[in-house]
């Protein structure tokens, strides 16, 4: 198994092959990769088993295989898919990949990566003058976006783009008593324990515990600025019963509902 790496190190020798394929759902294949090779979907998914190791390919994930790895593929999803074959000329870099294994990119969110690849299986279709220093061209500049895309999802920035629909979600529908993790990450469009790692890294606690302050901060809005009891405020802000706002209440600020607002009523 390798580490991921940054592919656009890749120092490029040659390109064999560029084709667009849309394997029926179920199909299923195991071999040993000629090449190194890039698996680029727009559509559907397929999973690439190497070792003990399940990786992913979608329109989320573009997959790095290297030249010399033992595989089975698995399409779970039929959609469109481009593989890549190439080799490269690093020797160094040739001897860490040889046998390898798989990396995965991610490249949520991103176009531009489906309109290069589509400009290079044109060129490589073409086979005019000049195509191959052409197709090399578009090569690199390929696997440069798929580097910036995903050093950039990776980041701290990039990882709010991917729960950013979600927050805003959670902050127009606060009151709904139905706003739980599984439901957030499918509105992102991500796994439920990514989306869990990326809200921890993003906002240095779990989704609930954000949903819970979000609301709580609500309920002091409503304590301080309307009529409403305990009872009604609990239910306008989420909670199943008042019970059990106050208790997540007064573990967040130390106070009972109805001491805050009088302490910071009086204050007013």
Known sequence: M??????????????YDVRRTSHPTGTQTETVAPHCALVIRKGGRSVYKHGKHSYAASGDKVLFIAKGTPYS????????CTVVEFDVTDAELVRDLEGGGICEYV????KTIYKLTKSLSQYFGLRGPAYFSKCLSELYSLITQISTVHAYNHSLAGKYGLIHSSVKFI??????????TPMLAELSGIGETYYR????AVFDMPPARYIQLYRVGKAKELLLNSNCNVEEIAVAVGFANASY??????????MTPSEFAHKCGSLG
């Open 73 to 80: 593929m698995t399409v779970e999803k039929s959609g469109e």
């Open 107 to 110: 490249i949520t969110g991103d």
């Open 245 to 254: 706002f106050c208790k997540v209440f007064k573990s967040l600020t130390g």
């Open 171 to 180: 902050e127009a529908n606060y009151a709904r008593q139905d706003l739980y």
């Open 2 to 15: 390798i580490k991921n790496f940054d592919i656009a190190n890749l120092v490029l020798e040659s390109i």
């Open 197 to 200: 790692n990326i809200f921890l």
